[in-house]
């Protein structure tokens, strides 16, 4: 075997590492440089000769510095996206390194048992039916699409049709009830699996984006024949998650075999871990497949989503692939995970779950969970009562927030106090439009946000709000 020089690029890569992310408690959010003058450092001609990995290296971490967000900052409310726990970022390390193809157990059996592990506890974390089947994918879109996957697989088998053989052409209709403000996955995963918009039967919601029951109980008892039926723990603005209680109950009034329950939680699923949260998502225990991100509320790198099944047969059946060439897995004990999840070759992304579970313990992960959401309420509280600043909602760890002015053209200033927010620096919320008007939308998904990330970012909003 040819002799490498590890040691050099491996070095460099941690002190590069190491001096990024002691760099996050005081550097702005935002990056210094935008994707233009981004490919300008990058947009060299393809080199003849090679140059030293340790050089490769360092021109990569000096030439991508400025371009980076901060995104592992606690003053980082953007888009619902988590940080990353130290044991997780280092596991992650270890998988590059260790460059092991989590697809079968035979030829990988570290990865793919650790996997096995940690989406056992993550099931006894969340309460789910230990029964359950969890496929790591890459994120909420692939989770959602899988477990919409096999809800198609299950209702329209309930008809003896086989989908997996057949196709859909001449498949009997399949309805999708979904509430008026669901994530955007679940549309394009319809859309990724030949199910179309025009399946998607949306019911009216509340003020605070929930899924009203008796809207969903009229939608029903007017279709007929397959049916997928998509709640939500944690809506994508205010955080707010369906009364899934009952909605489970009007299910259950309709069940006939040809109807499945999904919950997108992607971020609002892990509130079960924290005790005096857990009464939010009531019931969610009873649906049939759910969908989840552990780069969000859990804390690891980038990427890692979870589909979770509590009709393991169902979501075999749409995700298994057989060749002569792969090796089989043992379903008792030893399954493999491409069975699972849509992809041939993939990252062990499930090792830096475990390890984040492992540094944070069921303890840690309830006080992360906790301290995100009392933080969330410290924005809520401070804001709140400021001249021209109005709280829209705020459940959860999410916080919606519109401001006003004199001129009267809220929409339009709100959106340059967010404007004038990112290019500060101090911290990063995005911008949304809830209930028609433009809002900010502030995601505290972050282990390392504390009281002095939330007062000092309460005082650039409100420097922002007033200076535009």
């Known amino acids: 075997m040819i002799e490498a020089d590890f040691d050099r690029p491996l070095d460099a890569a941690v002190v590069e590492a190491k001096q990024w992310l002691a760099s996050l408690g005081e550097r702005m959010v935002r990056p210094d440089a935008d994707g233009t003058a981004m490919l300008e450092r990058f947009d060299d001609e393809l080199p003849v000769k090679g140059e030293p990995a340790e050089a490769v290296v360092r021109m990569l971490a000096e030439r991508a510095r400025p371009g980076l967000m901060a995104t592992g900052s606690g003053r980082f409310y953007g888009w619902v996206m988590g940080g990353a726990v130290p044991a997780a970022i280092a596991a992650d390390w270890l998988v590059s390194a260790w460059d092991q193809n989590a697809g079968m157990t035979e030829p990988c059996p570290a990865v793919c048992m650790v996997e096995q592990v940690a989406a056992r506890w993550v099931l006894q974390l969340l309460g789910l039916p230990p029964t359950c089947s969890v496929g790591f994918v890459t994120g909420g879109q692939m989770a959602n699409t899988v477990c919409l996957a096999a809800a198609r697989t299950h209702v329209l088998g309930a008809h003896d ?74 809506n994508v603005n205010g955080g707010a998650v369906d009364r899934l209680d009952e909605i489970a109950d009007v299910v259950d009034r309709h069940r006939t075999g040809d109807i499945w329950l999904h919950v997108d939680g992607a971020f609002g699923l892990w509130a079960r871990a924290e005790p005096s949260r857990r009464h939010l998502l009531n019931g969610v225990e009873r649906a049939d497949s759910w969908a989840t991100d552990a780069h969000k509320w859990l804390n690891v790198p980038y990427d890692c989503g979870m589909a979770i099944c509590a009709r393991p047969e169902a979501h075999r059946r749409a995700m298994t692939v057989r060749a002569s060439y792969l090796p089989a897995g043992d379903e008792e004990n030893l399954r493999n995970p491409l069975d699972y999840n849509p992809e041939f070759s993939r990252r062990a992304r499930a090792v830096p779950v475990w390890a984040a579970l492992r540094q944070l313990g069921v303890d840690g992960l309830a006080e992360m969970v906790d301290r995100c959401c009392a933080m969330a309420e410290r924005f809520a509280n401070s804001l709140r009562g400021q001249d021209g600043v109005h709280v829209m909602f705020q459940e959860l760890n999410q916080v919606v927030v519109r401001f006003t002015c004199a001129a009267g053209r809220d929409d339009d200033h709100t959106r340059e106090v967010i404007r004038s927010l990112q290019l500060e620096g101090t911290c990063f919320p995005s911008a949304t439009v809830w209930r ?33």
């Open 436 to 468: 028609g008007f433009g809002a900010m939308r502030i995601s505290v998904c972050n282990w390392r946000s504390d009281e002095a990330d939330v007062d000092r970012s309460v005082r650039a909003i409100l420097a922002a709000h007033g200076s535009t």
């Open 161 to 234: 049709w086989d989908v997996e053989a057949d196709g859909l052409i001449g498949a009997p209709p399949i309805s999708v009830v979904v509430g008026g403000e669901r994530h955007s996955t679940i549309d394009r995963g319809l859309r990724f699996l030949g199910l179309g918009s025009r399946s998607v039967r949306a019911v009216e919601v509340d003020d605070a984006g929930r899924m009203v029951p008796a809207a969903l109980k009229a939608a029903l008892g007017n279709l007929s024949g397959p049916t997928i039926v998509c709640a939500q723990a944690g």
